[in-house]
């Protein structure tokens, strides 16, 4: 659509918003700053209310206070539709009554774009997402992953300043998920659009984003790249969120560890710190195996690589646990 | 360990042949209808062929003489007319209603629905006092000054207009409503972070995603229009004769049976055109059908966080009007009857009740009244048994068996009543059913049975078949099975099914005109004599009293429904 690298999309910026129902505070004195072109994950459970926070910024609903700006702009009195912005539904909410062609043109109708350069970026926004010979179906003749990719082309056809993303995969299989995760991220960064991205998926935030926003409660948890959230996890609420972790008293103080940084065995005498336990349940994963063992009071949860060696730990087998100093996470 | 099996295999054979079994129940309801409705209606077709003057004469007479030229017209006119006006009253209405907290909603529906089942002639009759030249309506906008003469809204086509689509409207609002609750919240939201304002919401979704609704509903007020017989008849003045008044005329004035034949000809192929059209084109289950929204992730459309736009105040004031347009002949008759003035004037000066005491001094009120109780204890229980029977031997049927049958069912609805009052009279005459309650008290079983077949049917559809087989598999018997499992829980929407078919059997006035005598007359059929000569306070007062008792059936059905939910 536009040449590489050109940052199309604008900033966001929250600031002290507060929202709540009735006696239900729902968002709390949450600020964020969300660059130009970035691919932002709020990520937390249902009723952490990341999706109250995307409904806030699209303008279906207001805030009870705080200041939101789009671009540097406030844009606490603009109209839904005078927001220009992209917005894509876990349902994908596209016009049962319209063809393929007519629901992406929608947005450009209501700009009045001229027939030609409206059929123009239609066909474009189509074959950026791989659906230009499916133009004139109705939504109901097309599977969940192609109606998504139509809500995504319809998004993106009005070049908006921003693109949400309410849950889009939510409804569709793994396999297909991953697929469009891909698409998803190649077409952000191609066009260098701003995308806030509601998921509850840690694995798909950490697949897809920019800058994850790990949101409980109605307040920020912690943000920052992947890396960050998975490597420097402030809490063990935000470790665990992420992905399993196994908690421990080092003399430094209390350390998170993921069990993919146990060793086990022989392989554990090598390392910095070395604990013995006993084997209480072996999962087979396929490339892995699952460990559990039981030290002390506590389950320590370690992956380890098969190596054709299905039967390296057995129930019951008391085992050596170790872990180097580089991998343990500080934990307050 | 063999004896313990044997048990329950005896019983899973017993109850796969009842079950089979279960299916000819539907063959009561089915000969019911065969031998009162389908016989009877055919003979008056038949008898459209024994014309002295040949066989086809009276068709040619429909199309030479002007007189029957015309009243097709006005018939097919006057229906489009009030589909046209039903169509826009509808909409504002159901907008209000699928915008409005769901309790609210099921109130104002209990307000659309009230006049659709308030008597038709207290509606009539309360319309005239509205209407007429020195009505309320009148006496308002003369003494506002806003008219200088009074005008006259009765007796003319304004009139019949008024009192068929005020009738025919529920038939629009609910589909609509429903239609109004499928759309899915979030493609409001897609439309407007696309930039579409309210207008443009408005004609490129609403109107679009509604319009299917609208049709389903539109299809059924028209062809309920071209039966209509009493409003016209009543509210209408010579030139707003329908096709229906021409049966009646022709066979109490002319006893020309041929052309009440021929007549009824053209208007049940006309009817069954358009139904089978209906059913082509949405199917049965759209007739009383529920499209709830359904899928993941679908919110039912509600009017937003950010409040209604100023389009949407103004549908909301719109709406209000009209269901103050359906309620206001319902609520005209409660003051009215309290007035001591022979002479129906507005407001009332003196408060009394003169015309209760008079309604009482006047045995043949509550004569009628109790032959309308008694005809309602015939066809209420018939109804009921038959119409459950229908929709239990339905459910056990598929393929074109089932289809057949459920139309046949619902069949008595589509038929113009007027038609069916004919044929019956001929039927029932020489075997002299017209004396007594059972000649009637048949008739409303067939109106009737088509409101409980389609009120136990959703009951049925609502009722897990997984139970039974729970059941049975337990070592219940069919009959056993069917006492404590099934009845139980079709029981609520059976009852209701009831409750329409009392209601149906005690407002009924175009069978009663023709199969009652003096002595058999029923209420409606004694208000229909007097509102036909001069409406008198006395009317009032049995108005208020007819419109308390649907009120109180009406209810009775929530507290059923609510047991349920």
Sequence with gaps: ?332 | MSRESAVPRRGRLRAAVMRRGAAWVALPPTLFLAALFALPVLRLLILSFSDPAGPFSPYWRIVDIPAYRTALLTTVGIGGLVTVLSVLLAYPVAYLMATVPPRVARLLGLCVLLPFWTSALVRTTAWIILLQRYGVLNTLLVDSHLLRHPVSFVYNLSGVLIGMSHVLMPFIVFPLYNAFRGIDQNLIHAAETLGAGPTTLCRRVFLPLTAPGVAAGATIVFMSALGYYITPALMGGPAQTMVAQLISFNVEEQLDWAMAGALSVVMLLASLLIFFLFQAVFGLDRLFGDAAPSGRGVVPFAVGARGRSASGRAMLVLGGAVLLFLLAPVLIVFPMSVGSSPFLSFPPQHLSLRWYHELLARPQWLASAWNSLQVAAIAVPGATLLGTMAALGVSRLRGGLARGLEVLFILPMIVPPIILAVGLYYQMVPLGLIRGHWGLGLGHIVIALPFVFLSAQAALRGFDRNLERAALGLGASWPTMFRRVMLPAIGPGVAAGAIFAFITSFDDVILALFLTDVRGRTLPRLIYENVSEEISPTITAVAVLVILLTLLTLLLNVFFQKDTR
Aim: glycine share 10%; proline share 5%.
């Design chain 1, 1 to 332: 659509m536009t040449g590489q690298n050109t940052v199309l999309g604008k900033s966001v910026r929250l600031d002290a918003i507060r929202k709540s129902y009735g006696t239900t505070t729902v968002l709390r004195d949450l600020s964020l700053d969300i660059p130009a072109g970035c691919f932002c994950t709020l990520l937390g459970s249902s009723g952490s209310g990341k999706s109250t926070l995307l409904k806030l910024i699209a303008g279906f609903e207001t805030p009870d206070a705080g200041v939101i700006r789009i671009g540097g702009n406030d844009v606490g009195k603009v109209p839904v539709n005078r927001r220009n912005i992209g917005m894509v539904f876990q349902n994908y909410a596209l016009f049962p009554h319209m063809s393929v062609r007519h629901n992406v043109s929608f947005g450009l109708d209501m700009r009045r774009i001229s027939p030609g350069e409206s059929a123009r970026r239609v066909d474009e926004a189509l074959e950026m997402v791989g659906l230009d010979d499916l133009a004139d179906r109705r939504p109901r003749d097309l599977s969940g992953g192609q109606q998504q990719r139509v809500a995504l082309a319809r998004a993106l056809v009005i070049r908006p300043d921003i693109l949400l993303m309410d849950e889009p995969l939510g409804a569709l299989d793994r396999a297909l998920r991953q697929t469009l995760q891909v698409q998803i991220r190649v077409i952000q960064k191609e066009l260098g659009i701003t995308v806030i991205f509601v998921t509850h998926d840690q694995e798909e935030a950490l697949h897809m984003s920019d800058q994850i926003v790990l949101m409980r409660q109605g307040a920020i948890e912690q943000a920052g790249s992947p890396w960050e959230l998975y490597r420097q996890p402030k809490n063990r609420f935000v470790a665990s969120f992420l992905d399993e972790c196994n908690y421990v008293e080092l003399p430094s103080g209390p350390a998170g560890i993921r069990p993919a940084r146990l060793r086990l065995g022989a392989d554990a005498r090598t390392q910095d710190h070395v604990m013995s336990g006993r084997v209480e349940r072996v999962t087979f994963l396929g490339a892995n195996m699952r460990v559990t063992a039981r030290v002390g009071q506590a389950d320590v949860v370690a992956l380890v690589p098969t190596e054709n060696e299905p039967d390296r730990f057995s129930v019951g087998q008391l085992v050596e646990i170790g872990f180097a100093d580089a991998d343990v996470m500080p934990i307050a």
